[in-house]
């Protein structure tokens, strides 16, 4: 997607649009003067040529060995009084005194003639030539020998001398028109920043909102009204995704629920089999599913909360009592399992249903990766580790990140929807803990979870 | 012998909580509703009556306030789906005496029924004793029997087969045992119960009881009928 400022482009559309305002009002111009409706712009066609014959004349001055200035007509002005024989230019000093060598003998006997009248800059007409089309001008300018008065008469029209004109005028006038379009660009850009100010707000407060806070809107207090539609689409989408999620845990919840009478009704089901080597496998299998359907159950639950409760929780009691629960299925299973606490008691704050959910689960994962014979560890320390450890295969270094995603397996024929540790994780997660899972000394996974201590 | 009452409307449910009750020697009548439960409870002919929470006609909680006046020695067991804190809040505040969530494990069932029966009122019914393996221990007479015949253990022995009888199939925390065995003896050596555990074993295989304990490292021990 290409990204554009909206400062930029509205800084760059009002300046481009000055310029164009500034291009209409210059050419509206011309037909007012040249139509007489404007009485201060009287103006003729042949006035368009003034211009580019003063800038002719003055580019014809030159300063001789003594230092004095004088005139020498360059190639085009020479060509140009040649074809043109009214013609005629004078250069004067500012004092009007001495009239530069090379100056038309009869611009210099008219203003000489002036007298008292000193004039700096004017336009006007020769009666003795009765050529009513034809015009003079007085101007003054900085000319390459020094600041000077140019008089020039008879200058006729070309077609290209308005760009003469236009250029002149261009640059008398841009001395105004740049710091004003300098100022509102400027203005512009800093009313753009400021009205984007809210919007700025609402995208960090957007930013902020994850799953565990969609129940969160972006306040509607500074947004111009411009914006107000975005934010309030945004806002409603929310609300609809809130809903949607609200749906689905309630789903889950449900769902969950009502598995577990089945699952009850297996159990049962099972235990009144005959004792054989299918019934501990049977009873191993109902006991996940039960676990998972448990797990399901307390991450719905969670997510409906926003976060687990603030309850004071002895882990060291509660994974005691679950490794006591899990004991007989683990010995039906010819394997054993080990608690070890050295302290009576260990604090933490949460959920305990989710707790033992966690746990649940990797004491599951151990049990499947167990060798025959040998034993499952559950480890609680006060600083506050929960370690579960088993003696199968491990997990290899690469996959020990991926293991937490959800839906992974180690391979197609691994079972497991690999759902388990992506929910213990999240639960890890809103306890603000970690999990990681290491390699157990002499061989096998152990799956480390880390709490603050309450 | 003691009644009991099983008031569950998920008849495949009933069905194996019936079979596994009689399979234990325990006499048990089902019903599905409260309706049916209220004119069961009201022969006096229970001592204990379990009950599912979501029944067709109403919640089972409604039950426990009438049984609690018209019999109050009739124990009252919730067995339900229902699990969080509030539910089972309000299943005990109406009366239950003890609340069992579903999927339950099934030595864990047996034994609460036990431990609830022990406490009925009127106590002067009998438990059907437990048997594991070969070994049959009667909890009312507290005598032990091997393939039928009696078998004579010492004093802590058989408070020791006792202790983890009522909870077979399940690990006993040590805590338990010492205390159900040594209770109220003050300090003991710390591997007085350890000593005693292998003496109980010997003398259990010795008369093949066909059962086994199970040492669990951190918590205790676990009976368990012995593997083939």
């Known amino acids: 997607m290409k990204k554009f400022s909206l400062s930029a482009r509205l800084v760059g559309h009002l300046l481009v649009g000055q310029l164009l305002v500034y291009l209409v009002v210059w050419m509206v111009n011309i037909p007012l003067s040249l139509t007489g409706v404007r009485a201060d712009l009287d103006m003729i066609e042949n006035d368009f040529a003034e211009n580019r014959v003063r800038d002719e004349v003055s580019a014809s001055l030159r300063r001789g060995p003594d230092g004095l200035a004088y005139i020498d007509p360059i190639p085009s002005l020479r060509e140009r009084a040649r074809k043109n024989p009214h013609l005629k230019f004078a250069v004067f000093d500012l004092n009007h005194i001495s009239p530069l060598p090379g100056s038309s003998p009869d611009l210099v006997e008219l203003i000489e003639k002036m007298g008292e009248i000193k004039p700096f800059s004017m336009n006007f007409q020769l009666e003795s030539e009765k050529a009513p089309d034809l015009r003079g001008a007085l101007t003054k300018q900085d000319t390459p020998v020094g600041r000077l008065l140019i008089v020039t008469y008879g200058y006729k029209f070309q077609w290209d001398d308005p760009l003469y004109y236009f250029r002149d005028n261009v640059r008398d006038n841009f001395l105004y028109f740049i710091p004003v379009a300098a100022a509102a660009a400027a203005i512009a850009w800093f009313a753009a920043r400021r009205g984007l100010a809210p919007l700025r707000d609402a995208a960090a407060h957007a930013a902020q909102i994850d799953m565990d806070s969609i129940d969160q809107r972006i306040p509607l207090k500074g947004i111009p009204t411009e914006t107000l539609p975005l934010v309030e689409a945004i806002n409603a989408a929310l609300a609809r995704l809130d809903a949607g ?34 019934k501990t496998d049977l009873k191993r299998d109902v006991r996940r599913i039960q676990n998972i359907v448990e797990q399901l159950l307390v991450a719905a639950r969670l997510g409906e909360h926003g976060g687990p409760a603030d309850e004071r929780i002895d882990v060291a009691k509660t994974i005691r009592a679950m490794v006591a629960d899990y004991a007989p299925l683990v010995i039906e299973n010819n394997r054993t399992i080990e608690f070890e606490c050295d302290a009576p008691s260990v604090f933490v704050k949460g959920n305990r249903r989710s707790l033992e959910c966690v746990v649940a689960n990797l004491i599951d994962n151990a049990l499947r990766a167990e060798p025959v014979g040998g034993a499952v560890h559950v480890r609680v320390t006060p600083e506050v580790t929960i370690s579960v450890l088993d003696h199968g295969e491990g997990v290899p270094e690469h996959a020990r990140e991926m293991i937490f995603e959800p839906f992974w397996r180690a391979s197609e024929a691994s079972s497991g929807t690999g759902l388990g540790l992506a929910i213990v994780k999240e639960l890890v997660d809103l306890h603000k803990g970690q999990i990681r899972v290491e390699s157990t000394p002499g061989g096998g996974a152990t799956f480390k979870i880390i709490l603050p201590p309450a | 012998m003691m009644r009991i009452l099983v008031v569950e409307d998920e008849a495949e449910m009933a069905s194996l909580i019936m079979d596994r009750l009689q399979r234990s020697g325990f006499d048990a009548d089902h019903v599905a509703t409260i309706g049916d439960a209220q004119r069961a409870i009201d022969t006096g002919a229970y001592s204990l009556a379990l009950l599912d929470r979501r029944l067709p006609d109403g919640d089972g909680v409604a039950l426990i306030p009438h049984i609690k006046r018209s019999h109050p020695g009739v124990r009252v067991m919730m067995l339900t789906a229902l699990d ?97 065995v040594y209770g109220g003896e003050g300090e003991i050596q710390s591997n007085a119960l350890d000593a005693l555990v292998s003496r109980l074993r010997k003398h259990l295989n010795e008369c093949e009881a066909g059962v086994m304990i199970h040492p669990i490292r951190g918590i205790g021990y676990m009976l368990a009928k012995a593997t083939a």
């Not at chain 1, 609200?246 to 159990?267: D, G």
């Not at chain 2, 004579?152 to 020791?160: D, F, T």
């Not at chain 2, 077979?168 to 805590?175: L, Q, S």
Request: charge should be positive; proline fraction near 5%; aromatic fraction near 4%.
């Open chain 1, 245 to 278: 999620a609200a749906r689905q845990r309630r789903f889950a919840a449900n769902a969950a629920h009502e598995l577990r009478t089945p699952v009850a009704i297996l159990r049962t089901r099972i235990d009144a089999l005959a004792d054989s080597s299918q």
């Open chain 2, 84 to 180: 969080t804190v509030p539910d089972k809040v309000a299943g005990l505040d109406a009366g239950a005496d003890d609340y069992l969530t579903k999927p339950f494990d099934i030595d864990e069932f047996l034994a609460r029924i036990r431990a609830n029966l022990r406490r009925s009122g009127d106590g002067a019914g009998s438990v059907p004793p437990v048997t594991v393996g070969a070994l049959s221990f009667d909890l009312t007479a507290r005598e032990v029997f091997v393939s039928g015949r009696p078998v004579v253990l010492h004093r802590r022995e058989l408070a020791l087969l006792e202790s983890l009888v009522r909870r077979v199939g399940r690990a006993t925390p040590r805590d338990t045992l010492i205390d159900e």
